[in-house]
């Protein structure tokens, strides 16, 4: 990576003390550890910050990955807002990407470690243990810091799921996606990729351009989230059609919607209605208004079953979720609710109601 002259603009660093103590001691160097040593730093507290910067990123990410949050959401945080992606582009004189490449990423946290933590300590923590009212922290070579307070910020390393399925298998046939950093080890061969949302799809098609032939295999449909303008395009207008839908549907009620999977669908119905399967919208009412619960798997289903987008399906569902909050069931009633959502639905400019759609 060609990158120009970077100027300092470090911000100061309070001095640990000579007794080999600090106030806070951090454990781990990516991005939530490194916001943790700014946003301490920042108000003068004597901090020291073990590991290496970025190492999950550098060794456990697939080379020609791209990160899919937002650009205002891939900042590192720090609070006094020096130290933005916008500014380390701006330094290195790199062109601004559209979505940003994964060595970029790593590129800007190891700077924005040298401006918040250039004393930073990459031996590797072996133990912590309460003493004296804090915490004495072992390290690699037997050295011995004492902290008042520890902040473990150790990353997803050691947390990734491993289907039982596969255990006793040996390595060299299954291994997990956070293994890899470079595809090019599996050009030739067969592979197939357990699963279906973002890690999985991607790893597909960094297999596929590296010449594998792949195969993914997974329950339910798949989980690719659009480009980031897209995306936070189609989750603001959802966020304003539900405000909007709640004002004028359910009269001054106070509504909240999850948007999650089929698994947490079938888990809500399992413990508060006793059904264990999914299902694609659930209602629970509270005495100020309630809650509704959604499974996008299901919406991407009946999207591509009756011919119109994800974002209809999810407003329709909302507003069913929605009418049920007010006291509405259609499970019970001699027809009002069907009625309420018909009438609704056409001021909506939604192109069906799910109990008319049921019914046809």
């Given at each position: ?6 100027r300092s603009n470090r911000m100061n660093i309070v001095v640990n003390r000579p007794d080999n103590s600090c106030d806070v001691a ?50 590192i945080a720090d609070p006094l807002g020096r130290y933005r992606l916008d500014d380390y582009f701006g330094e290195t004189g790199l ?266």
């Amino acid at each position: 990576m060609e990158t120009g002259k970077l100027r300092s603009n470090r911000m100061n660093i309070v001095v640990n003390r000579p007794d080999n103590s600090c106030d806070v001691a951090i454990v781990g160097a990516g991005p939530y550890g490194l916001a943790a040593a700014a946003h301490l730093r920042a108000v003068n507290v004597s901090v020291r910050v073990f590991g290496e910067a970025m190492s999950f990123w550098r060794r456990h990410m697939p080379s020609g990955m791209k990160l899919r949050s937002p650009w205002i959401a891939t900042h590192i945080a720090d609070p006094l807002g020096r130290y933005r992606l916008d500014d380390y582009f701006g330094e290195t004189g790199l062109p601004l990407p559209e979505l940003l490449p994964v060595e970029n990423f790593i590129g800007y946290g190891t700077w924005f470690q040298d401006q918040v933590a250039p004393d930073l300590d990459t031996r590797t923590v072996v133990r912590v243990t309460p003493r004296d009212g804090g915490f004495r922290i072992v390290l690699e070579d037997g050295e011995n810091v004492f902290a008042r307070r520890v902040v473990m910020a150790t990353g997803l390393l050691h947390h990734e799921h491993r289907p039982a399925q596969f255990d006793g298998l040996p390595r060299s046939l299954v291994s997990h996606s956070c293994e890899h950093t470079d595809s090019a080890q599996f050009r030739g061969r067969r592979v197939a990729v357990i699963g279906r949302g973002q890690s999985a799809c991607e790893s597909a098609a960094l297999l596929h351009e590296a010449g594998a032939d792949v195969e993914i295999i997974c329950h339910g449909h798949l989980v690719w989230n659009a480009d980031p303008g897209t995306r936070g395009a189609l989750r603001k207008g959802l966020r304003s059609f539900f405000a909007g839908m709640v004002k004028r549907v359910a009269r001054g009620r106070e509504i909240a919607c999850l948007i999650t999977d089929d698994r947490e669908l079938r888990r809500l119905n399992r413990r508060f209605r006793g059904a264990n399967y999914s299902t694609d919208v659930l209602s629970f009412p509270s005495d100020a208004g309630g809650e509704i619960a959604i499974s996008v798997d299901r919406a991407a289903a009946q999207a591509a079953e009756h011919g119109h987008s994800i974002d209809e399906e999810l407003r329709i569902l909302m507003l069913h979720g929605a009418l049920h909050l007010t006291g509405l069931d259609h499970e019970t009633d001699a027809g009002e609710m069907a009625a309420v959502e018909a009438r609704w639905r056409k001021r909506l400019g939604l192109p069906c109601g799910l109990i008319e759609r049921a019914r046809a």
